[in-house]
């Protein structure tokens, strides 16, 4: 005579993948037995409930459940005692032991796990494309942008395209250089996402003074000489006074300064 398939209910006020990662995570210690899962997920009343105890209670089965909702989770506590069902509360305990120990109240909003999974998500989009779309290396990036930063080398760009990724938005930046044209895109897109970065000659000329001695360069290199920097600014003014995009002085600002700055005229324009 075949023994019935156990089956192990997972009750959930939110998708129910918690409580089944646990109880897998259990099963996993036991050799013998054919089990199965079964999800019931969005669990906003009392009558779900007492249906799922009334099948686990025919058949000698399992009840495992995550519900933030403290009266729901009392009831299941309850009825399951009193019909002499084992349920087992995952979310419970830790919560209340967190709620003790904290001296704060939970928030008891289901599904707050997967809203956190998909703002690290975000993030790590953003993330890979301000790497994708760096210092202008595939210019379909400008039209897929939440910002477009604009500079000559050195004024951060890349930096700052990070920065702001990790605050969850998408960046690509642009280099600008006297003897190239900037991308069609750039004079496509709404000039209120593009961002220029604007820089002294001076302070320039000693951030790549830095640099050149960094790589073991002599600083008497053209990417250093005064003429050609400010050649660079000029050509740099043209463009973002084309495009009629604003524009940040970057040559006394912090990464987090300018990125912080940015932010709140992103904001301002959305």
């Known amino acids: 005579m075949m023994t019935a398939q156990k089956i192990i209910y997972v009750l959930s006020d939110s998708v129910g993948e918690t409580a089944e990662l646990v109880i897998k995570a259990g099963l996993s210690q036991f050799k013998n037995g054919d089990y199965k899962i079964q999800r019931i997920p969005y669990v906003e009343d009392k009558e779900t409930i007492d249906e799922f105890l009334q099948q686990a209670k025919l058949n000698s089965n399992l009840i495992g459940f995550t519900l933030v909702n403290p009266e729901l989770r009392a009831y299941l506590n309850k009825r399951a005692k009193e019909i002499d069902i084992e349920a087992v509360d995952i979310m419970g305990p830790i919560m209340e032991a967190m709620e003790r120990?904290?001296?704060?109240?939970?928030?008891?909003?289901?599904?707050?796990?997967?809203?956190?999974?998909?703002?690290?998500?975000?993030?790590?989009?953003?993330?890979?494309?301000?790497?994708?779309?760096?210092?202008?290396?595939?210019?379909?990036?400008?039209?897929?942008?939440?910002?477009?930063?604009?500079?000559?080398?050195?004024?951060?760009?890349?930096?700052?395209?990070?920065?702001?990724?990790?605050?969850?938005?998408?960046?690509?930046?642009?280099?600008?250089v006297p003897e190239v044209d900037p991308p069609e895109e750039l004079m496509m897109v709404d000039?209120?996402?593009?961002?220029?970065?604007?820089?002294?000659?001076?302070?320039?000329?000693?951030?790549?003074?830095?640099?050149?001695?960094?790589?073991?360069?002599?600083?008497?290199?053209?990417?250093?000489?005064?003429?050609?920097?400010?050649?660079?600014?000029?050509?740099?003014?043209?463009?973002?006074?084309?495009?009629?995009?604003?524009?940040?002085?970057?040559?006394?600002?912090?990464?987090?300064?300018?990125?912080?700055?940015?932010?709140?005229?992103?904001?301002?324009?959305?």
């Open 101 to 176: 120990v904290f001296s704060d109240e939970p928030r008891l909003e289901a599904g707050l796990v997967h809203k956190l999974d998909e703002d690290y998500f975000k993030k790590i989009e953003a993330i890979e494309f301000a790497v994708k779309y760096d210092d202008g290396r595939d210019t379909r990036g400008i039209t897929r942008a939440d910002i477009v930063l604009i500079g000559v080398s050195r004024t951060s760009k890349t930096p700052l395209s990070q920065f702001l990724a990790h605050k969850r938005f998408k960046v690509a930046n642009v280099p600008i």
């Open 191 to 270: 000039p209120k996402k593009c961002i220029g970065l604007r820089i002294s000659s001076e302070k320039l000329n000693g951030i790549r003074k830095e640099r050149l001695k960094a790589l073991g360069l002599g600083d008497q290199a053209t990417y250093a000489n005064v003429s050609r920097i400010e050649q660079e600014l000029e050509f740099f003014n043209e463009v973002v006074e084309k495009i009629g995009c604003p524009v940040i002085d970057v040559s006394h600002k912090a990464v987090e300064e300018t990125a912080n700055q940015i932010i709140r005229m992103w904001q301002g324009r959305n």
